[in-house]
């Protein structure tokens, strides 16, 4: 069951947007080994390294530094799909924002929405899951860009009002120029902060939609809500999102899971059971499919891999790694880094 995924209405948006020419644009889907047609398979899921290559692949031929902001500037709530017109159909700013935090899994499981009220503040988190930070830094860098300068657009075009951020948050070590983040924030955003995020008035995020519909907002919820529970093993999904979502720095117990879906411990089991698994497995499971994809990068040592996977020591992460696939890690990276 592929964990880590993006729809490609929200990659092609970013490669649509960086593609001056059809040969522009045959060279980055190549990157992601799709084809050009692929991109108007809206219900087409992509995998994380996927992802990352297309994302780099569009960075490198479009040759703009702020390719995130700029792509960002141009996204409208289209591109989410059936949330994108739940937003579009809510009564004020912040109810819109909770339902992208809400039903963000409906367009992928590489990225968390979340709000803080704090006073007067609202404090709108922008997160890109911790393994891509590992697997692509620059493209997970350039994702919050996006996601930064395509909230402000979207919020800005949902109400008319030229909403701004009062400060703009990033995890990241500061870059070199920051113009175009001055322009588009009306602010000078700051660097080595403990999340990625942008800090607003609540006042400015009560304002009134210019598209509310009631009716048609219930609608929309009922078709997200049936959505994402007929998809096969919908509960299982639900739980490795949130063991994704808690695996920073260590990958979450089981009491800490099922607190977080409001279950006790046993009741977890007796679920996982029924689908004929367990917490263990599936947590295994994931860490498999982290490890895969940063075994395909060049970045890491099999040392560092096994200590972002919560390993004590490499020879541990190796006997794993071989239950899992038959092979060792440095062979798995050897058969990869060939077959591209």
Known sequence: MQTLWVSMSILRNIILGAARTTEALKKICAQGNI??????????????????????????????????????????VNVLGITGHLMESSKDLLTALHHLQEYTTSF??????????NGSEVVYRCEPIAVWNDLSPETARQSVDIAFSGTLHILRLLTGFHIQPLQVWYRYARIRDTTEHQRIFK?????????????FSLKDLQH?????????????????????????????????????????????????????LHLTVRTLQRKLQEENTSFRAETESIRKE???????????????????????????????????????????????????
């Not at 992928?108 to 009220?117: H, K």
């Not at 955003?189 to 990625?196: H, Q, R, Y």
């Not at 919908?234 to 089981?254: N, V």
């Open 35 to 76: 084809s050009v047609s692929d991109l108007d398979n809206h219900d087409m899921k992509l995998s994380l390294e996927q992802n990352c290559a297309l994302m780099d692949a569009a960075l490198q031929i479009s040759g703009d530094p702020d390719l995130g902001l700029h792509i960002g500037e141009r996204t409208t």
């Open 108 to 117: 992928t499981r590489l990225y968390y929405f979340g709000s803080e009220l």
């Open 187 to 199: 602010c000078q955003p700051l660097f080595n902060k403990p999340a990625n995020a942008l800090v």
């Open 208 to 260: 009134s939609i210019l598209g509310y519909n009631r009716e048609l907002n219930d609608v929309f919820i009922k078709m997200l809500y049936q959505k994402l529970h007929q998809e096969n093993h919908s509960f299982i999904q639900q739980l490795r999102t949130l063991i994704l979502e808690l695996s920073t720095p260590s990958f979450p117990g089981i009491e800490e899971v099922a607190a977080r």
């Open 290 to 340: 982290i490890a895969c994809n940063l075994l395909s990068a060049k970045n890491l040592t099999v040392a560092e891999i096994a200590d972002r996977l919560g390993y004590t020591d490499k020879a541990a992460f190796q006997r794993s790694f071989k239950q899992w696939t038959g092979v060792t890690p440095s062979s798995y990276r050897t058969s990869e880094t060939t077959n591209k």
